[in-house]
C-alpha cells in the first residue's frame, strides 16, 4: 500500500507496499489528490540510482533505519534479545490505514514486534511513535527506538538551542555536514540546555522566509535530537527518548511504547513552524479559560512568610487587578531556608497555627484565585521523609540545590506524594499548583519520568478544575509530553526584561504564549542585578501569560498606577494575545527585537519594538510588518502601558507625531513604518486595527 497524507499544505508519500520496512517517499509540500496509479509512479520514479562500491540494490532509507539495509547513520532501532544483538530482518506484517493516520506492524525473527503510528494533523504536523513488543521467550532489552525522517539536500542550514539556568533558549546555528550533529539531554529533564526545536532549512531562512522542517521530542526525561547527512547523498532529522543502558527490560509479552516525535514543515520560515504547532497544541490542550493576572510571591518576600505582610501583599495585587495570587516556597513544615524540609509536604505550625486557611480566606474574599508552590518530585536530606523512608531517596550522590530526587517510581514514595497533594488540594481552596523540579535527575529517568506522568493524571482526576504549572528552576521542562498534563511554564526564573525577549522569543518557537509564564519583576532584576525601565519591563511581559513577581507594597504611587494601567491594558487584550498567530519579524541590526501576535483574519495586530541596545544606525529601518490582510486599511496606534518609552531625537517620526496613521496591510507589509529613535532598554507596543 502507499499512503498519502494531506493537510494544511503538507504532504506525506509513504511506501509501505513491503516486504520491506516502509519508506518515507515524500515530506514537505503537499503534493495535491494524487489516484493510485498517479501514485505508484511517483514512488517508482523515484528509486534512486544505484552508486559503485555499495550495496548492488538501490539504497531507500526506511523508516526504520539499521545496517541491515546498508545504512551506516545512527540506526532507528538497537538492543539486544538475551546476549545477542537485535538482528531483523524486519518484515512488514499489516497496514492500517485512515485519510490522516497509518499505522504498520513490523516481525523480526528473534521474536521482537514494531508498531509504528504515523499521524498527520489537521495543523500539519506529524507525530509518529513505535511500540516495541517481545513475542518471544528471552528477554530483550531496547537500547533506542527513535523516529528518522529524510529531508531533502537542500537542507542546508542547522538550528537549535542551548543555555543555562535563567538564560534559556539560546538559538545556535550551523551547516549540515557529513556526519551528524547529535544533541543528547542527560538531565533525567530536558534542561537548560535542551535543543528544544531542531530545524534544518535551507540557506539564510528566518522567521518569515525559507523552507524549513523541525523535529521536537515530546518527552520530559532524557532525549536525542540529530541532524545527520551521509555521502548516500541522504540527509535527516531524527530524535527519540535517550535510554540508560540495561534501563528498559522487557520480558515475555512485556510492550514499551516511546514517546511522540513531533515534525513539521513549512515554506514561510520558523513563524511558519510555529503556527502549526501553535495550532496543534491549541486544538489538543487548550488553556481553561482566560490567562488569569498572576502575582507569585516568590520575590516580594522570599522565605520570610508573614500572614500580615502576605495580606497586605494581596490587598496590593487586589487594587491593580490580580486574579490569582500564588504562594511560594516556605508554606511547609520547618522550610526557613532551601536546606530543609522537602518532602515534608504539611503546613508549618508556628508560621501558620491556623493552617493557610486565614491567608486563603483573605485572597479568595478580594475575588483572587489561590495557588500554591510544591516540589513533590525532590527531597531534603534534612527532613523527616528522608530521615524515616531512606530507601526512597533515589540520588545518592552529591546534593543539588541541597536536595535529592524522590523516587517515585517506588510505590511508597508514590502514595505518600500522592496523599499529601490530594489533602492540600482537598483542604484548601487552591486552584492552581506551581509545581517545580530544580535538580537534575540522575538515574532512573524513564520510570521517574513515567511515575510524574501518572502522578500528575492522577492528582487532576481527583480535581479536575486544579491547574498546574511547571517549573524546573525556571525553564528546564518545556517540553509537548509535560504539556499534555499542564496549563502553564514558567519559562524562566530570569525576570531580567533584556534577557526575557530573547527568552520568550525564541521559547515561542514551540510553545503558544498563553502557555509561557512572563512577569513583571522589580528593578534592579533579581538574578543579574540589572536595572530596567518599567515601561520595558511592561511591554515585555505583556505578551504572554502574564503576572507579577515584586513586592507591591513597596511600589511608588506612580509605579501602582503604571502597573494597573498595564493589567487593564492586559485584560482588554489577552483575547487577541493568547488566540493570534506569532509573528517574530526578522531584521538586520541585532539590537532591535520586534514580534507580536496576528488576529487569524489579518484584521487586528499587536506588535512590540524594543531596542535591547544602541542599534547600528542612527535612524533605524522602517517596521515592516508581517501576516495582516493586504486588503484592509488598518489604523495604526501606540498602545499605552503606563510607562513612555524613552527616545532620543529631535523630532519623531510624522505619524508618531500625528497619533497614529491609516494604511493597507500591503503598504504597512512592504513599506513599513519609520520608528522613533529608542533609547537602549525601551520598547513601543503598537497596535493595528482593520477600519
Known amino acids: 500500500m502507499i499512503c498519502h497524507l494531506r493537510a494544511a499544505g503538507t504532504g506525506l508519500v509513504l511506501d509501505a507496499r513491503g516486504p520491506a520496512v516502509p519508506a518515507v517517499v515524500h515530506w514537505g509540500t503537499d503534493l495535491g489528490p494524487l489516484d493510485d496509479a498517479e501514485l505508484e509512479r511517483l514512488v517508482d520514479a523515484r528509486v534512486p540510482a544505484v552508486a559503485p562500491s555499495s550495496l548492488d540494490v538501490p539504497f531507500r532509507l526506511s523508516l526504520l533505519p539499521t545496517a541491515l539495509e546498508g545504512w551506516t547513520g545512527r540506526p532507528g532501532i538497537s538492543g539486544a534479545v538475551d546476549d545477542g544483538p537485535v538482528h531483523g530482518p524486519w518484515a512488514l506484517r499489516d497496514v492500517t490505514a485512515t485519510p490522516s493516520s ?28 513505535h511500540t516495541w513488543t517481545n513475542v518471544g521467550a528471552a528477554v530483550v532489552r531496547p537500547a533506542a527506538l527513535a523516529t528518522v525522517l529524510p529531508v531533502p539536500d537542500r537542507a542546508q542550514e542547522v538550528l537549535d538551542h542551548s543555555g543555562t539556568w535563567a538564560h534559556e533558549r539560546r538559538p545556535q546555528r550551523g551547516t549540515v555536514r557529513d556526519g551528524a550533529w547529535v544533541r543528547e539531554s542527560r538531565h533525567g529533564r530536558p534542561g537548560h540546555d535542551h535543543p528544544y526545536l531542531l530545524v534544518a532549512g535551507t540557506p539564510g531562512f528566518g522567521f518569515g522566509h525559507g523552507e524549513v522542517w523541525g523535529l521536537h521530542v515530546g518527552w520530559s526525561g532524557d532525549t536525542v535530537h540529530w541532524v545527520e547527512r551521509q555521502p548516500l547523498g541522504v ?144 527531597v531534603s536530606p534534612d527532613s523527616a521523609t528522608a530521615r524515616e523512608h531512606p530507601d526512597w531517596v533515589l540520588s545518592r550522590g552529591p546534593t543539588w540545590r541541597h536536595q535529592h530526587v524522590l523516587d517515585l517510581a517506588h510505590p511508597d514514595a508514590y502514595a505518600h506524594v500522592l496523599e499529601r497533594l490530594d489533602a492540600l488540594v482537598t483542604e484548601y481552596p487552591i486552584a492552581y499548583l506551581k509545581w517545580d523540579h530544580n535538580r537534575d535527575v540522575p538515574a532512573g529517568v524513564h520510570a521517574q519520568t513515567t511515575a510524574v506522568y ?24 518545556v517540553d509537548l509530553g509535560i504539556l499534555e498534563r499542564v496549563d502553564r511554564f514558567w519559562t524562566s526564573d530570569d525576570n531580567d526584561p533584556l534577557e526575557r525577549q530573547t527568552i520568550q522569543r525564541w521559547s515561542a518557537g514551540l510553545v503558544p504564549p498563553e502557555y509561557l509564564g512572563s512577569h513583571v519583576g522589580p528593578s534592579p532584576a533579581h538574578t543579574t542585578g540589572r536595572a530596567s525601565d518599567l515601561g520595558l519591563r511592561l511591554a515585555t511581559a505583556l505578551f504572554g501569560s502574564a503576572g507579577l ?26 483575547g487577541l494575545l493568547h488566540s493570534g498567530r506569532v509573528v517574530r519579524l526578522d531584521g538586520t541590526d541585532p539590537a532591535v527585537v520586534a514580534h507580536g501576535v496576528v488576529a487569524p483574519d ?17 535612524v533605524p529601518a522602517p517596521l515592516r510588518m508581517r501576516g495582516l490582510d493586504p486588503t484592509r486599511d488598518h489604523r495604526v496606534a501606540v498602545v499605552p502601558l503606563g510607562a513612555e518609552p524613552r527616545m532620543l531625537q529631535d523630532a519623531p517620526p510624522a505619524w508618531w507625531a500625528a497619533g497614529g496613521l491609516t494604511a493597507s496591510g500591503r503598504v504597512l507589509t512592504e513599506l513599513g513604518l519609520p520608528m522613533p529613535l529608542l533609547l537602549p532598554g525601551q520598547a513601543a507596543v503598537l497596535r493595528f486595527t482593520a477600519v
Open 235 to 378: 540527509t535527516v532529522l531524527g530524535g527519540g527518548e535517550l535510554l540508560a543502558p540495561g534501563e528498559l527490560r522487557l520480558g515475555p509479552g512485556e510492550e514499551w511504547t516511546t514517546p511522540w516525535t513531533y515534525a513539521v514543515w513549512s515554506d514561510a520560515g520558523l513563524d511558519g513552524l510555529a503556527e502549526r504547532l501553535h495550532g496543534w497544541v491549541r486544538a489538543t490542550s487548550p488553556v481553561p479559560g482566560p490567562r488569569p493576572v498572576t502575582l507569585n510571591t516568590w520575590e516580594a518576600v522570599y522565605f520570610d512568610h508573614d500572614l500580615d505582610r502576605l495580606r497586605a501583599l494581596a490587598d496590593a495585587g487586589a487594587r491593580i487587578g490580580v486574579e490569582r495570587f500564588v504562594l511560594d516556597d516556605g508554606w511547609f513544615q520547618g522550610r526557613t531556608d532551601d536546606r530543609r524540609a522537602l518532602g515534608d509536604w504539611t503546613v508549618d505550625t508556628e508560621r501558620w497555627p491556623h493552617g493557610l486557611h486565614p491567608l486563603a480566606d483573605h485572597v479568595t474574599g478580594l475575588g483572587m484565585e489561590l495557588g500554591l508552590w510544591v516540589e513533590p518530585e525532590m
Open 549 to 574: 513577581e515584586w513586592d507591591l507594597t513597596r511600589t511608588t504611587p506612580d509605579e501602582q498606577a503604571a502597573l494597573g494601567a498595564w493589567v487593564g491594558t492586559y485584560r482588554d487584550l489577552r
Open 454 to 477: 501518572r502522578l500528575l493524571d492522577e492528582l487532576r482526576a481527583r480535581h479536575p478544575g486544579l491547574e498546574v504549572e511547571a517549573c524546573a528552576s525556571g525553564g528546564a521542562r
Open 602 to 618: 489579518g484584521g487586528e495586530a499587536l506588535v512590540s519594538y524594543a531596542t535591547l541596545a544602541n542599534p547600528r544606525a542612527a
Open 102 to 129: 497509518v499505522t504498520y506492524g513490523l516481525a523480526a525473527d528473534d521474536g521482537t514486534r514494531v508498531t509504528t503510528e504515523v499521524e498527520l494533523t489537521d495543523q500539519g504536523v506529524l507525530r509518529v511513535r
